[in-house]
């Protein structure tokens, strides 16, 4: 027995150095590979023990196992040798099968390695966008390359075959990128609470289905609208759950509205930050449309107005992140959200998308009865959304700076977008591009709200001073 291992490893690092130079395109032929069930085997094994560590040089060794990652990977090997055995009979070669599958999956390593960089790279945007994409759709070429490189060694340039057995490849290669993602099968263990211990995690079976009671408290607790007066509800979203940033500025956005807009009790929150998992419930698509078509229910639609704040990241493709792993959760996109929007009914909407590249938002949101504000324009990134800070830069110049001093969210834009741009010139920082599109119906109604909520700011203040006058008697 330990003959067989120690021939099974010596074999496994010829396969893992013909991977490598399989990889980069350096000179390796089909008899430097050793292929037989158990080598398909040890790679494998040794592909998933790369990941693993891999995670765990990104994550930090105090994380976490993650085994529901592990269901991609399983699925992906029957697809593969089905693939493989297809592509086998096209060319008539029963031992294609194998060494076709174990080819596939010997430069797995490198891939782990440079696509695990890159993700870091675009996750924390130390690329400008143009260089991110470029190294994604390269990083993609570069696997179908390798992927017809294994084609030209195992089958040479049968034409008409080799454009079979590339497509059907090409085809199984997307079905894994977008079909069947991974998640991280080593993940950064959850921070402690405010009292110092442990954070319940999303896989808790517990914390899991206590979702959506938590969603039905906040619907249930919502206030109907109050005849005569023009209401303003709000719905806030932090769906990216692995930074902090999102939620706390989410917290302080949501007491500022309370306070200066009249919101209490016709707000509803959704995070992903697994400090507030057992508090407040997660922000998914379908949480989205399920908070949407309860508001509608409450409010009058002729009278009130939604406010619907969402801050996370955005990407060139104009999609917002919604992220809580090991969830695969669906992405936002402006179709998406115009869709849900529509279905609830909702006339009179207020949007502020603070996310890089939100301006994608405006064109398929705007009409007449809705105001956008978006942190940044369609082509541009916005800023500020470090895991240590506690507003975005539009968040900061837009919630807790213009909309203290001002209840007109048209004019707090103006303020905002001023303040963020003396503030990237100072950095020097390339212009993120603040958008704002308003509706012709909903500058009025929005006159008429900023109407109401100055005569309670009024109330409120002859209240205080009214207060102080019988306190120094």
């Known amino acids: 027995m330990r003959v067989f291992f120690v021939r099974l490893l010596r074999r496994l690092k010829q396969n893992v150095v013909a991977g490598i130079r399989l990889a980069l395109f350096l000179k390796v032929r089909v008899l430097d590979f050793r292929i037989s069930a158990e080598d398909y085997t040890a790679l494998f094994v ?23 990652a592990l269901t991609a990977p399983l699925l992906q090997v029957p697809l593969t040798l089905l693939v493989c055995l297809v592509i086998a009979h096209i060319y008539g070669r029963r031992e294609l099968m194998l060494a076709l599958a174990l080819l596939l999956i010997a430069s797995d390593a490198v891939f782990e390695v440079f696509g695990t960089v890159l993700q870091v790279a675009l996750l924390w945007q130390a690329l400008p966008p143009a260089v991110s994409a470029a190294l994604y759709y390269t990083y993609l070429a570069w696997s179908l390359a390798v992927i017809f ?33 991974r998640a991280d099968l080593w993940q950064a263990r959850p921070s402690g609470n405010d009292d110092g211990g442990p954070v319940a995690a999303i896989t808790q079976e517990q914390m899991f289905h206590a979702q959506t009671p938590l969603l039905i408290d ?25 930074q902090d940033v999102f939620a ?30 057992g508090e407040i419930p997660i922000a998914t698509i379908t949480h989205l449309r399920l908070a949407l078509s309860r508001m509608a229910a409450m409010m009058n639609p002729d009278e009130d107005v ?51 590249y939100s301006g994608g938002f405006i064109g398929p949101l705007k009409d007449e009865n809705t105001l956008i ?12 959304c470090a895991n240590e800070e506690d507003f975005t830069y539009f968040g900061r110049a837009y919630f807790h700076e213009a909309l203290r001093r001002s209840l007109s969210f048209i004019d707090a834009f103006d303020m905002a977008k001023r303040s963020i741009a003396t503030r990237e010139r100072a950095e020097k920082l390339d212009a993120s591009g603040p958008q704002m599109f308003v509706g012709t119906a909903m500058r009025g109604k929005l006159g008429e709200l900023e109407t109401r909520l100055k005569s309670r700011a009024n109330i409120k203040q002859a209240g205080l001073y009214l207060g102080l006058a019988r306190a120094t008697r």
């Open 46 to 68: 040794f592909n998933l023990l790369v990941w693993l560590v891999v995670g765990m040089l990104r994550f930090g060794f105090s994380g976490t196992l993650n085994p529901a």
């Open 149 to 181: 490189r294994v084609v030209a060694l195992l089958a040479w340039w049968n034409w008409p075959r080799a454009v079979v057995a590339g497509g059907l490849l090409t085809g199984l290669l997307a079905a894994f990128v977008f079909a069947l993602p």
């Open 218 to 242: 906040q619907l249930d607790a919502l206030e109907p609208d109050r005849p005569g007066v023009t209401d303003l509800y709000f719905l806030g979203l932090a769906p990216f759950g692995t």
């Open 248 to 277: 706390r500025e989410l917290a302080v956005v949501d007491h500022l509205l309370a306070e200066r807009f009249d919101t209490a009790g016709r707000n509803i929150l959704l995070s992903n930050n697994p400090q507030t998992l």
């Open 306 to 356: 939604l406010l619907l704040y969402i801050s996370t990241h955005g990407t060139e493709q104009h999609e917002l992140a919604f992220e809580l792993p090991p969830l695969e959760l669906a992405q936002l996109t402006p179709a998406a959200l115009s869709r849900i929007l529509a279905e609830s009914g909702i006339k009179w909407k207020v949007l502020v998308i603070s996310a890089c």
């Open 373 to 384: 504000v978006t942190a940044a324009a369609a082509d541009r990134q916005s800023f500020g």
